[in-house]
């Protein structure tokens, strides 16, 4: 081990969850720490309102996220960037009677986002002429379009197979400093890394734009064709952060249909002229570190873990051996748009 960080879970009336993760010994994960330590020491601040993804009890429900789509969708059409999106979003027009997703006006809406802010290194010039609160919306567009991906997922699975519900946590913070990748950090990516362990923590993907090789597959279907989508570009991984992700949902790697599943996934690579094999491509999640289920829940039980989380779902303090930070805020703050806008200045 590297490390062992302490964060600390708080829930609405104060109580305090602490969950302790073991930082593993490898290429990637040096750097991270590295990075994440930064971002404690410089107080960045940490982004509560696209934390929780896939926990199908959230107060952050469908209604909730549309309406906040909308918003930022009137916030774009109305700051006279010459770009106007005629579209409005509802839980009756993207998710279906099966509480499956409508993954066309989900990939619409990340369309509009590529269209306006644009690739890193070659933003939008609707982004660079915007002023700071229609940026602001112009990223939620993205983060809120995975958020409803990800929740209306784990409402179908609580109906259909609750042991399968996704629930996850992304730690985010603003304005993040990246680090390149190189070909060590490669060989932690790979087809089998799509497959994540219950209380694995993960390097943070790069969610600037587009979609993953696997959220294609996923997503559109084993026929599916690349040059066909509505989104429009899918590129591969170079740069991290500090940031990282935690899988709190049950690994499916043994599973006859998961192993099902990654053998068309590579057959659909190959259709659409990748190869499985290289790593370079960035497919699945390089592995950082592991949360010690015992030692923070006093069991490896994931029903009772779940339960656990979910009465403590706000992240108020993170230490390490040579850091720490505590986070006051909640995403439920009446201001709370506010305070992010005014760090982002």
Same mark, same amino acid.
């Given at each position: 081990m590297l490390d062992t960080i302490q964060m600390d879970l708080?829930?609405?009336?104060?109580?305090?969850?602490?969950?302790?993760?073991?930082?593993?010994?490898?290429?990637?994960?040096?750097?991270?720490?590295?990075?994440?330590n930064q971002l404690i020491l410089q107080q960045n601040h940490l982004e509560k309102n696209y934390c929780w993804l896939g926990w199908a009890k959230s107060?952050? *429900?469908?209604?909730?996220?549309?309406?906040?789509?909308?918003?930022?969708?009137?916030?774009? *059409?109305?700051?006279?960037?010459?770009?106007?999106?005629?579209?409005?979003?509802?839980p009756a027009n993207t998710i279906d009677s099966d509480l499956g997703i409508d993954h066309d006006h989900l990939n619409q809406l990340h369309r509009y986002f590529e269209d306006l802010q644009g690739v890193s290194g070659a933003m939008s010039?609707?982004?660079?002429?915007?002023?700071d609160t229609t940026r602001w919306h112009?990223?939620?567009?993205?983060?809120?379009?995975?958020e409803l991906e990800s929740l209306v997922l784990s409402i179908r699975k609580l109906k259909t197979a609750p042991e399968w519900q996704r629930p996850s946590q992304?730690?985010?913070?603003l304005q993040a400093p990246r680090f390149e990748l190189d070909?060590?950090?490669?060989?932690?990516?790979?087809?089998? @890394?799509?497959?994540?362990?219950l209380g694995g923590v993960y390097v943070g993907v790069n969610k600037a734009?587009?979609?993953?090789?696997?959220?294609?597959? @996923?997503?559109?279907?084993?026929?599916?064709?690349?040059?066909?989508?509505? @989104?429009?570009?899918?590129?591969?991984?170079?740069?991290?952060?500090?940031?990282?992700?935690?899988?709190?949902?049950?690994?499916?790697?043994?599973?006859?249909?998961?192993?099902?599943?990654?053998?068309?996934?590579?057959?659909?690579?190959?259709? *659409?002229?990748?190869?499985?094999?290289?790593?370079?491509?960035?497919?699945?999640?390089?592995?950082?570190?592991?949360?010690?289920?015992?030692?923070?829940?006093? @069991?490896?039980?994931?029903?009772?873990i779940w339960a656990q989380l979910s009465q403590h779902q706000d992240v108020y303090r993170i230490s390490t051996s040579m850091a720490q930070s505590t986070y006051e805020y909640r995403w439920s703050d009446p201001d709370y748009d506010l305070q992010q806008i005014r760090k982002l200045k």
């Open positions: 708080r829930s609405t009336d104060d109580r305090v969850l602490s969950v302790y993760i073991d930082v593993e010994h490898n290429s990637l994960s040096r750097k991270w720490l590295a990075a994440l107060k952050r *429900n469908p209604e909730y996220i549309c309406t906040q789509i909308n918003r930022s969708i009137h916030a774009v *059409n109305a700051a006279g960037l010459g770009y106007s999106i005629r579209d409005f979003f509802t010039p609707y982004y660079t002429t915007a002023d112009i990223r939620q567009l993205n983060l809120l379009c995975h992304l730690m985010c913070w070909s060590k950090d490669y060989e932690l990516f790979g087809i089998e @890394t799509i497959n994540r362990s734009v587009g979609k993953h090789h696997w959220e294609v597959f @996923t997503d559109e279907g084993r026929d599916s064709r690349v040059n066909e989508l509505v @989104t429009s570009t899918l590129r591969s991984q170079t740069q991290a952060a500090g940031d990282f992700d935690i899988e709190w949902a049950n690994d499916p790697g043994a599973y006859p249909w998961q192993i099902a599943s990654l053998k068309e996934f590579r057959t659909w690579l190959v259709a *659409n002229n990748f190869d499985p094999e290289d790593k370079s491509l960035t497919i699945g999640h390089p592995k950082v570190a592991q949360v010690d289920l015992v030692r923070s829940f006093g @069991t490896t039980n994931y029903r009772e």
